[in-house]
C-alpha cells in the first residue's frame, strides 16, 4: 500500500512484512499520538481510515512515528519519503559531513 501525504511525499506499507507481524506497532501509534489517526486494522492489516483525498489534504501528521514504531517493534515494513528540497542546499555547505548515512 503506498500512498501521498500533503509534503507530496509517499508513506509506503509493504502488506506481505505485516501479515506475520505480531505487535501492530504501526497502528496502535498511530491512533496514540492524540493527532486523529489515520491507520485501523482490517483483516488483521494496517489500512487507511481516511480516503486517499483526505489523506493528501492532510489527515496524516507525517509525524514519522508509524515509521519509527514500526522498525523499533514491527516488521519494518514502513518506508516514509519527505521532500526535502533545503536539505542538499544545507549539506552542501556544511564545513563538516554528518554523521549520518543517507540513503540513495
Known amino acids: 500500500m503506498e500512498f ?3 509534503s507530496g511525499g509517499t508513506i509506503s506499507i509493504d502488506l506481505n512484512k505485516c ?3 505480531e505487535s501492530k506497532a504501526c497502528v496502535k501509534i498511530c491512533n496514540s499520538t492524540g493527532m486523529g489517526g489515520i491507520l485501523e486494522l482490517k483483516d488483521g492489516l494496517p489500512s487507511l481510515k ?3 483525498e483526505e489523506v493528501k489534504r492532510g489527515a496524516c501528521t507525517e509525524d514519522l512515528a508509524c515509521e519509527l514504531d ?3 517493534y514491527g516488521n519494518k515494513a514502513i518506508t516514509v519519503t519527505l521532500p526535502l528540497p533545503e536539505l542538499d542546499e544545507y549539506l552542501e555547505n556544511l564545513t563538516e559531513r554528518p554523521t549520518y ?3 540513495a
Request: net charge neutral; with cysteine.
Open 4 to 6: 501521498e501525504v500533503r
Open 19 to 21: 501479515r506475520t507481524c
Open 50 to 52: 481516511p480516503t486517499l
Open 70 to 72: 514500526c522498525q523499533l
Open 101 to 103: 548515512e543517507r540513503e
